[in-house]
């Protein structure tokens, strides 16, 4: 059973940074596009950054210039530098991976999320 942990989350006030990780483990063959998304209680789950193996990265508009991706597929890391954090983007930030588990066979995967709060 593959399993995505995230960690890093907390409380942190307007401007200030945050890291988050996130750990792959379980049986797989490789890890494929991997992402962080975040959800508050008004919105929908959203894409806020996603990488491809090569470390290809795209980023949400409102993000651009204050998140960075990244990730170590040796380590199995997938990792986001959050700095000059607004109010906006406080919510539950989720990691999510496309895994080959096997011949022909992609699964995606969710972590349970960390709780990222911005206070004014």
């Known amino acids: 059973q593959v399993q995505l942990v995230e960690s890093g989350g907390g409380s942190v006030q307007v401007g200030g940074s945050l890291r988050l990780s996130c750990a792959a483990s379980?049986?797989?063959?490789?890890?494929?596009?991997m992402g962080w998304y975040r959800q508050t209680p008004g919105k929908q789950r959203e894409v806020v950054a996603t990488t491809t193996r090569d470390g290809d990265a795209n980023y949400a508009d409102s993000v651009k210039g204050r998140f960075t991706v990244s990730r170590d597929n040796r380590k199995r890391i997938l990792t986001l530098e959050m700095s000059n954090l607004d109010s906006a983007d406080t919510g539950v930030y989720y990691c999510?991976?496309?895994?080959?588990?096997?011949?022909?066979?992609?699964?995606?995967?969710w972590g349970q999320g960390t709780q990222v709060t911005v206070s004014s």
């Open positions: 999510h991976a496309k895994i080959w588990i096997g011949l022909g066979n992609e699964v995606d995967s």
């Open positions: 379980g049986r797989m063959i490789t890890i494929g596009d």
